[in-house]
Every structure is written in C-alpha cells, then in structure tokens.
Nanobody, 118 residues
C-alpha cells in the first residue's frame, strides 16, 4: 500500500517563501508522476504543479515563475518551493501520485495547510 506524507506547510506573510515536501512509501512504480494540488474553502481542488520521474514538469499559470517543483527519485520525495507568496495561494496543499502527466493520480496525501497573510 502506498502512502504519501506531506510536511512544510504553515503561516507566512505575503511575499514570503515556503517549501513543501512529500515522501512516498510502499510499492511505487519507478515510472510515475508526483504533483501538488491545492484547495481553498468553497473551491475545487486544482493543480499547482506536477513532475514526472524523468523530470518533465507542468505548472498552473498562476504559479509559473514563483513556484518550483523538484523531486528526489532515490528518496521517492517531491518538493514544492513556493516564493513570492500571495494571499490567494492560501489553501490545503495535497500531494498526489499517479502514472501519467495527463490525469491526476489516484493516491493522495492527507494535506498540509498553507496560509498567506496580507
């Protein structure tokens, strides 16, 4: 059984930075896609960024140039470096694991809260 454990959320002022981490454990296919989604109250969960095991990335337009996704395949860990944070970045950030860049995966972490104050 695969588990995803996120860490690194918190409260930060607008313009600040945070780094999220997500470690995957269990039986994981070597070819996979790990990503971050976020959900603000009253909204649908949306893609923030995703990265394949061979390094291809995809970002939401709203975070391009501010956020960077990376991964360590040896550690089965994905990172999200968030900079120039805005209040609209506030939400619960969920790690996701799947097999393709085209669809969100079936495995989710428990989520970590990110709050950006103005």
């Amino acid at each position: 059984q695969v588990q995803l454990v996120e860490s690194g959320g918190g409260l930060v002022q607008a313009g600040g930075s945070l780094r999220l981490s997500c470690a995957a454990s269990g039986s994981i296919f070597s070819i996979n896609v790990m990503g971050w989604y976020r959900q603000a109250p009253g909204t649908q969960r949306e893609l923030v960024a995703k990265i394949s095991s061979d390094g291809r990335t995809n970002y939401a337009d709203s975070v391009k140039g501010r956020f960077t996704i990376s991964r360590d395949n040896d550690k089965n860990t994905v990172y999200l470096q968030m900079g120039s944070l805005k209040p609209e970045d506030t939400g619960v950030y969920y790690c996701n694991l799947g097999r393709t860049m085209y669809y969100r995966g079936a495995i989710w972490g428990q989520g970590t809260q990110v709050t950006v104050s103005s």
